[in-house]
């Protein structure tokens, strides 16, 4: 039903186009890592996978999950809180691990956050948590790059600026392109999948960044 949601909403607030490498593919119990660079992109990220035939399991952060209608409707799709800085952390890991049994596509950015910059331009994805490295490990799973590019000329910055453009967004129409890459194997010890990790997902956002014509600045 989000992805649905998402697939009718975005198209009113951008400019979607969506490309993939040649042999990209989603194997059942893949994991999709994706960019994340503002409150818009799961929603585009969302409607881009629709249009590939691709519903995803996503690890949110859980405090979506106190908000009344949306947190069960997140429930109800098998989505899978993250409880940050808490006790509870890894049991998201363990939720995604047994949606990628189950056969599940699942959904997990990397950077664990969406950065604190004021501006709304493009930039490399910051450095990776180790939740992805260490899901990959215990369940084998390969991973799908996904890039995206656009998102921040929706919501960005502060509180205000958010709403403003959000409000704005139906009128300016931004462009958003996401970028799909080939499926790739994480070897070797956590750091190096990590970092293998991280350098795919940023192969895809310069791919999405360069295809709206934003500066695609090289990764930290």
Do not use: C
Not at 33 to 49: G, I, K
Not at 133 to 160: E, N
């Amino acid at each position: 039903m989000l992805s649905r949601i998402a697939d009718v909403l975005v198209p009113a607030v951008g400019r979607l186009t969506v490309t993939t490498d040649t042999d990209t593919a989603f194997a059942p119990g893949s994991v999709i890592a994706a960019n994340h660079t503002s409150l818009a992109d799961p929603a585009v990220v969302l409607a881009a996978l629709r249009r590939l035939g691709v519903e995803p399991v996503v690890l949110a952060t859980a405090g979506l999950w106190r908000i009344p209608l949306l947190g069960r409707a997140l429930a109800r799709e098998g989505y899978v809180p993250v409880h940050r800085g808490d006790r509870r952390a890894a049991d998201s890991l363990t939720g995604a691990a047994r949606a990628l049994a189950d056969g599940r596509i699942v959904l997990i950015y990397g950077e664990g956050g969406i950065p604190s910059r004021a501006d709304a331009g493009e930039a490399a994805p910051e450095a990776f948590r180790s939740g992805l490295s260490r899901l990959v490990a215990h369940t084998g799973a390969p991973v799908v790059p996904l890039g995206q590019a656009g998102a921040r000329r929706i919501t960005s910055g502060s509180l205000t600026k958010q709403i403003a453009g959000l409000v704005t967004a139906p009128l300016r129409r931004p462009g958003l392109h996401v970028h799909v890459g080939a499926p790739v194997v994480l070897t070797g010890e956590g750091p190096e999948r990590t970092a293998h990790a991280r350098a795919a997902v940023t192969a895809a956002w310069r791919t999405a960044a360069a295809h709206l014509g934003e500066p695609v600045a090289l990764a930290a």
